[in-house]
């Protein structure tokens, strides 16, 4: 199975040890970004990833390719050029006092990219699925473009398209996103999102029902997912269910959905370590599942283990196997050792 | 507002990632001392802080500046001469395992301060408040005589005085204690003490009734709320009720009492970063309540949420700022991030 | 009182900070191993104590001997020899990720040690104990035949032998463990060891009963302690129950037996640093208290509070007091800070 | 003596222990930039300074107050508003590896100021001197615009004028430093530049003379201070002599001029802990010793001592002492201990 | 280009900070190997590289793998299965203090690989280049008829084989080396060896003069690369000259033979950071140079700056850029930096 | 042999990587003092030592202890008891940057022992050798009291009594030095001392030279020994010969006398890992080479290579083993590895 994602990758800038960044004598560096973790969740499950992006002509730029190679991850169609590399400076937050995150991000490379930058023919040649998410369109004009002219690429070539909707408030409005949103939902395939996603890109609020009151009012994703079944033809939506008990403690669980049935995944307490990539780990075992062929609840099991072991899992990467991601799946969260 | 401060700073060493002193190759340094985070925090609320201390001559002292000045602390006042710099080595606990302190405190600059270093009528002049907390009378006799001489000198310039009664069993006894601060307690506007406090500090133990029975039996809090104000007079009465589940993780709220009413703040479940600072940080959210005119309600809120902040705080010192208090004031303690 | 313990000490590198072995730009360095843990634990307790082990000549058998002396352990008897150290990866575990181990301890010093590296009736003239764990047997056939001779030179010089059952499924199989243990016991007065050990060691299952449907069947626990008494003899037998909630946090308390009475240590609920020695520090704290000549709930009490306080300390040496042991057995598990 | 330095503080991401960028798991952070360093060099010698600059309104803009403020460095006049904090990732050089530079700094608060966000009038009343370097005017129009505009205001208020010639080849052309650079030198009272800088900045290239071919012919400098002074009246030339052994090692001295005599400092040779801020430690001894009224041949011991010591100082600021200066400038640069 | 090297990679555990081994409370990890440093430089140079090996069927084998993807080598014949992964704990010297290595490679998956591991045929279909060191044949039986077959079956596919013979007196004896290497030398095209490489492996001891009483009598060094060519008739011919003033400082310089002409690079002196993987990387340098096509001067140079280079990066792989390579080989040893 | 040492051990507190004291977030922890590095050496040497101190009762008073035994020092006459650990702060140098020291050592334990601590007749039943440095007795009265008691105790057993002069101007003045030493150097076989030590500590000041006017002036040592030998019937007298190029760079040779001869080591350059503990390092070889029975020229080679080792050593102690030694004064300061 050949897949291609494509998006950003940054440098995370993270405080050490709880501290704020008024404290911090220095910065651990991660490297990641929404599609680049789905990319790296693939290849370690076994498939073979092309990762499309566009990255800087310095170190920075080629730290990044190796990072991605490491990982297994393709990096053939990788442009390089002018910009600079975006930067995420991350407090982690403890207890009550929630993660704080300055933005660092225009002016990259990958928001200069031009179409021709890309030979998107080539991309998609023998593809079998294309992921993106929400954030790469919302970049810049420029990346709005080139998301437009890969999914079009893509359904060419006959490739499944998926999308991780992902609203953020930090890059653009939902008229933008809705503008953006609506025009291409019907070349999508699969679709990841949740209430606030839908609201703000599909512009899909349930009438006459406050979703928001419970957190977890399950009724509520099922008949915004059977609207967004309705409206686009979807084949698969599919989200995550986080409970913020704390900034150092979460619940888990995801929902999936095929167009009939809907599977809710076993769900975790978590210890946070880091919480970055939990949704593009749940994307990544959403398409294998699909990929794999594997019944809905079993998709379910899967997507929702391995996005709930990121959690524990330092850096945006979801740095685990398949046998680890099955053997949580089948039940055993006590974390005892081996020996 | 101009606020004054006086007390002592001291290097806190502390073994790093849970380490016994044993095991330390190395330990981290932090600057702080009860009124020294009482200024940072009403600096960092906007406010015009001078702190007054004696530094010794060396580096040491010089880097107390720095952090004191980093936070926009004035330190005009601060004298400096021969003398060492008080050391507190601290092994963080952890579950069960309770915190370690070695107190190494004898003979600092401090300690062995006179009034001739100060010119308390240049230091009270265009003062609005005067903090010390019940750590500085027991430094030493010298020490207790400069606090006398300062909330003297505090009077005279019609500046109101706070004072934060912090028993502390290794420097002193509840009769010395008792015999300082029942002598200077006629002079104070504002105190902060617990029952334990109000016992070793004052001898007000209520009698007929055990409330240590229970860590939270609020009415025996409330009970000696009323007496201290009836003896003394006090325009502000507060304290923090913390409950010690164990090392890593408390529960946290404060009582703040106006001599009529008395409020409570929503209640915290903390897990512990640095709980160094706690009570220092509740004193100066409470001033800076009390100074902003807010209703008693509020100033319980705010105090609390920047006391209870302080826990998730590496090192002494309160590192937010009133907007982060208030956020936390106003309910959200699910420590989502905003992207 | 003079107590010998047996065995091999180990480098165990640790990935730090949660990190995963391939994002592990160095390991933490700790030396330890099940008698090791032990023997220093008594000799911290104030006890004279020797270990025997043999230790690869170079640098890294040099620093175990380094370790080992810095906790009061006597080392007269630790030969040297060709062979190398043997190396434990350990990742530590978080929330529903479990801890993972890479064993790498095949070919070491000990594992080759024969019995002319050991002047046993040296060792055991004028000792009061001799400890060993079922690891010792288990880790080569010499090793086994070390551990036999040792047993039987200990009961000829009329010494106390305790054995902590202790079965790694990654060093022998059931049927190898029985043939060596059941051979054994016979000379063994004090066990340690849980269900499991009893059925993989000693081929004892409770007919009728699946004691592990439920963790803490204390009746199975007591069950196949009697069965034990009655087939060896021993004079007593103790273990640990441990409860994993998740990697991060376990439940922990501890069961002793004398032949008639049982005794149940408190519970303890623990957030982990290392869980590593756990039942090496129950196994010193059960010898102590024997050795100590206490009643049996207090014997449980000590071995429980040593063992649960060991989870709070990094590596797998019990580097506390008597004393914290004692004020924690005591039933102050707040974790409160004493100024 | 009241004195005020404008330009830009930036964050300096550096990696640890001679780690190119793509080994770096953590970048060290380094708060400076030219006159900053100034500005603290001239507040730890005792001096009122003032820094003027526009900040990012964010936690790292906060930082940077944090830390000039730690330097003793007023900045009641440091504005706030949209816009980055500049970066500039270093990788240390080591012998011939030198040290590589991406400069990340395009859009920062500073570059975007404006010369509303200062009143320039109050910044000046009561100023004694005033210090920028060629820095400040390259980063953007704006930034030219405002040096424009500091240095009349300061004219007019009869503060000395100091600049820095400093020619960076990443900001501007030699012809866009010139246009800016002669129009401004006739308001300039002290000036800090070599011979590239002349030519680059001043377009004076000493003819039938490639003063190049030796680094240290030091008639080439004496011939252009001469030609500068010719030109532009200054009071007082100074630069430093710079001789890269390799990037470990360097050799050091400066020149200063008075229009009459030159003094050339001592000679150091220097193992390099980080050679950021050698030229603004520089600029910052020669303006103390002008300021203080050494003679000629002080003062350039004074400032070649102070900025020889820079290089051993880890961060751009130059943490040392008056009497540390004076000591080496004294002549012992064994480095030997006092016990 | 398409080149495939073999070896072993291993793990090297060093002490941080110029530590002993006793002193560390962790090691720092490396991935590295003499062919995988060779592999990794030629794929920073743009060429394709295939590496050959075994490794362990755990996650320090698939960390392996991440480091040599990440530097672009490709590791499609690499294979996986039972053994360890082989070990190098390294205490880095310092001034006279030699490093001290403590070799723990026994038993490794590579150390244990059949042939039926690797389909050589596939291997070398379409391949250039073969390279491999005197380490491989020495590590087991196993790995030298590994390296039989691998000679063999590139010499069927018309490869050019090179061999870098590197004695390792640890792993063989010059009786062990030579039975090898004079039956393999026939099929290498180009040799790497210095005089003491030709007398453990050749038995080439020029008769009648000691080569050794001058490190650099580089009469002694020509005569044996003539009589080297004239036995076994290689291409080429190099070695690197390394002058060890201390641990801390070397000397360094190449020499190049092409049967006709000798070249030697420019001599550098280096500030060591990490001395490992400087002969490989002179190999990788004097590959490229014979794969370019360059003249022998150019070669040497070359081959010489990047292996100079090397000392001054962390780490066995030769983290530069063919660039960065070509600046210092024209002749800038400065470490200047460029701003 | 059996060897007794007497003295005080430390808490130095080191700033990391070059950072000076303002600058560092944590202090790097060494545990060492003069007598106590000479002991760890002469243990690691094969020799029986016991160390002869006071410590406080508390955590950092167990540390010592366990560093001491961890070197093999035997801590059986080791008190414990009320006072402080004493700490010396302590900033790394770098070219011509000088260390800088704080001393923080008042009310030590070891400052406030008393003559009862310790069973001098026990200590010295059976033992060889007694060392003191000149430190010891400066420490305070009671100190110099214990000192006079050590020496006198020391003679009755016939143990052979060497002190090192060893003068801190920090701790005494010259008349408070002589006054002491003078009345006990006649029971003194071995002088370890310099120049400024004979001058300062025994009021030695050749007449008609200035031996300081070159640092190496070696007929001032030997006139000065001469005399020293003369006044006080020395066996043999012995010192080091520092050479401060700077701090990151020194010259060393040692210089040794029987009464007859005089011997110089050969002489190193050594770049400076750390210089604490040289002189003590000397101290302990020469002791050693003297036990051995050594002819003066190997005493001066061993003793000379075993302090020019310290210098490449974290922390005061010798970590290093007598081949290392050894293989250093045969003449091998290549620094090369052996692989």
Redesign the interface.
């Given at each position: 199975m050949k897949i291609i994602t494509m998006g950003e990758i940054m440098l995370r800038?993270m405080t050490?040890?709880?501290?704020?960044?008024?404290?911090?004598?220095?910065?651990?560096?991660i490297y990641d970004g929404d599609e680049a973790i789905v990319a790296a969740s693939l290849a370690r499950f076994g498939m073979e990833v092309e990762y499309v992006t566009k990255l800087p002509d310095?170190?920075?730029g080629?730290?990044c390719l190796?990072?991605l190679?490491?990982?297994?991850v393709g990096c053939r169609h990788a442009a390089r050029g002018p910009g600079?590399?975006g930067?995420n400076?991350y407090?982690t937050?403890?207890?009550?006092?929630?993660?704080?995150?300055?933005?660092?991000r225009?002016?990259s490379a990958f928001a200069l990219a031009q179409p021709e930058d890309f030979d998107f023919d080539a991309i998609f040649e023998g593809a079998d699925w294309f992921h993106f998410a929400g954030i790469t369109p919302a970049v810049s004009p420029q990346t709005a473009s080139l998301t437009r002219a890969a999914v079009e690429c893509a359904r060419r070539h006959g490739v499944t398209v998926s999308c991780d909707l992902n609203y953020?408030?930090?890059l653009w409005t939902p008229q933008q996103a809705q503008a953006f949103m609506k025009s291409i939902m019907g070349q999508v395939d699969v679709c990841i999102g949740n209430e606030e996603d839908a609201e703000k890109c599909l512009g899909l609020k349930p009438a006459g029902t406050d979703v928001y009151a419970s957190r977890l009012d399950l009724d509520g994703y099922r008949s915004i997912f059977r609207k967004m079944k309705e409206l686009y033809g979807f084949r698969y939506i599919g989200c995550t269910l986080r409970e913020?008990?704390?900034?150092?403690?979460n619940g888990w669980s995801v929902l999936c959905y095929d167009g009939q049935e809907f599977a809710q995944s076993r769900h975790?307490?978590?210890?946070?370590?880091d919480?970055g990539g939990g949704g593009a780990s749940f994307a990544a075992g959403f398409i294998y599942g699909i990929l794999r062929g594997l019944p809905l609840s079993q998709i379910a099991e899967f997507a929702g283990a391995a996005s709930?072991?990121k959690?524990?899992?330092?850096?945006g990467m979801n740095?685990v196997t398949v046998e680890?991601v099955w053997e949580?799946a089948g039940g055993?969260?006590?974390?005892?050792?081996?020996?």
């Open positions: 800038l050490p040890g709880f501290r704020r960044i008024e404290q911090a004598d220095h910065f651990d560096a310095n170190a920075l080629e730290t190796q990072q190679r490491a990982q297994g600079r590399l930067i400076f407090e937050g403890v207890a009550m006092r929630p993660p704080r995150v300055i933005y660092d225009a002016g953020r408030g930090k913020s008990y704390s900034a150092s403690d975790y307490d978590i210890r946070l370590v919480r709930a072991l959690h524990t899992v330092y850096g740095r680890e949580l055993d969260a006590s974390g005892r050792v081996q020996r």
